[in-house]
């Protein structure tokens, strides 16, 4: 089957595997899926970030995913991300991976040359007054004024993403990968008619991206449920959405164009508004999850008892004292509550159920902590530095863990998101 350009299909789910261990236990989720009918494409993901803690490669990534792929016999596409490269980072990727999440974060607010700006207002006559946009309700309205301030600050991170994407071209054939450009991590959310006038500028600049990643409003950290105005999310998502269709329309960006949603797991209060709009629109979306199934394998660890409940109490104790050094990276993304963090002396007397109850996300259990579960998140540099002693118990208890994997990345991701199947 020749698959030429290489596209993404409507639905798909990207996966972090911080140790490679898990590829066949997260395949299996969307395994799941497909039984059921819906089709759902897993892309795994993992950022030079991640690759630098745990001192793995895009190699080793791409290696485990066409491993799983061959023992389940998976029959349907799967790709490889460069999670968040830039121009410095990408190298590396580029043997590996057929997915390129341009991460031009940085360069919003960045003053693009004069002329440019101009030149993008004089050729867009169409974003200034009253824009209409099937699927929203009440015309967008744009003034020359607000026009200009939003390509000034957009400008330069577009044509950022240009730089980086001609250079993964270049070295890879155009068609041959799919391309995002992500501008999530940044303060402020873009808005319904920022995101229209970015793409607008990216179909200039002649990027082909199949997703985009906009911040939207509310917060997403690491692992645990959204925080924010459901309500607001639902209205701005579904504004997004209705952009990007008109983008795809107007500006001939490619028809299988979705929304990547850099969810970092677990935003279950959200999940049935993604799947309501995108149900209603026929629209696609990715779900990118953050690599909480690390934490899968310390619940599968505990679970099983003996020498793996040690190593999670081990890990949680080390956590504990290097808090401040393992949350400073990961600081806008995780609120960790510090007094609801149990004294790893008390952690030290928990049976596996207690470990478990407190680790898994399970909101209707009372026993369930997110502060330690944040803590444990941005803990993987102390298994990491374990070695092969983290790696061996992964590999002694593959069974426990792969169950827990499967069932978390299935029940609480794919099948509400994708199916509509709530628990
Ligand atoms: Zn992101």
């Not at 690759?51 to 389940?72: C, F, M, Q, W, Y």
């Amino acid at each position: 089957m020749s698959r030429h350009p290489l596209q993404l299909e409507r639905f798909s789910i990207g996966v972090g595997d911080r140790f490679s261990h898990q590829a066949k236990a997260q395949l299996s989720a969307c395994i799941l899926a497909f039984e059921q009918g819906v089709e759902v494409v897993p892309v795994w993901n993992k950022s030079n970030r991640e690759h630098t803690i745990i001192g793995s490669g895009p190699n080793e990534t791409r290696a485990a995913a066409d491993e799983a792929v061959k023992s389940l016999h998976w029959m349907r596409p799967y790709f490889c991300d460069a999670d968040h490269i830039n121009l410095s980072t990408v190298d590396r990727f580029l043997h590996a991976c057929d997915f390129y999440t341009i991460d031009v974060a940085d360069s919003i607010g960045k003053l693009a040359e004069p002329d440019a700006i101009e030149a993008f207002i004089q050729r867009h006559p169409e974003l200034t007054g009253a824009i209409q946009i099937e699927g929203i309700e009440t015309a967008l309205h744009l003034d020359e004024p607000s026009l200009r301030a939003i390509t000034s600050k957009y400008l330069a991170a577009v044509m950022a993403a240009a730089e980086i994407y001609k250079k993964i071209a270049h070295h890879k054939g155009i068609g041959n990968f799919v391309a995002e450009v992500s501008m999530d991590e940044t303060d402020a959310p873009q808005t319904p008619v920022e995101l229209l006038v970015i793409l607008a500028a990216i179909a200039d600049a002649k990027i082909p991206i199949q997703t985009i990643a906009p911040k939207f409003t509310g917060r997403f950290n690491k692992g645990v449920d959204y925080e924010g105005d459901v309500a607001k999310f639902r209205e701005e998502f579904s504004h997004d959405v209705a952009a990007i269709a008109h983008a795809v329309k107007h500006y001939g960006l490619p028809e299988n164009l979705k929304l990547s949603v850099h969810s970092g797991s677990d935003k279950f209060s959200i999940y049935r508004v993604i799947h309501e709009i995108v149900s209603e629109t026929k629209a696609g979306v990715h779900l990118k999850t953050a690599g909480t199934t690390w934490l899968e394998e310390l619940i599968g660890l505990a679970e099983a008892g003996g020498d793996g409940l040690e190593l999670a109490k081990e890990i949680y104790a080390q956590a504990y004292d290097h808090r401040e050094e393992l949350c400073a990276p990961y600081a806008s993304v995780i609120a960790i509550q510090v007094d609801k963090l149990p004294a790893p002396s008390a952690v030290d007397a928990w049976n596996s159920e207690q470990f478990t109850s407190a680790l898994r996300h399970d909101p209707k259990n009372s026993a369930y902590n997110s502060s330690l579960r944040q803590l444990l998140h941005v803990g993987f540099k102390i298994a990491a530095k374990m070695g092969p002693r983290y790696l061996d118990l992964l590999k002694a208890n593959e069974t426990i863990i792969a169950k827990n994997v499967t069932e978390n990345l299935y029940k609480r991701h794919i099948a509400p998101v994708f199916l509509g199947k709530f628990a």
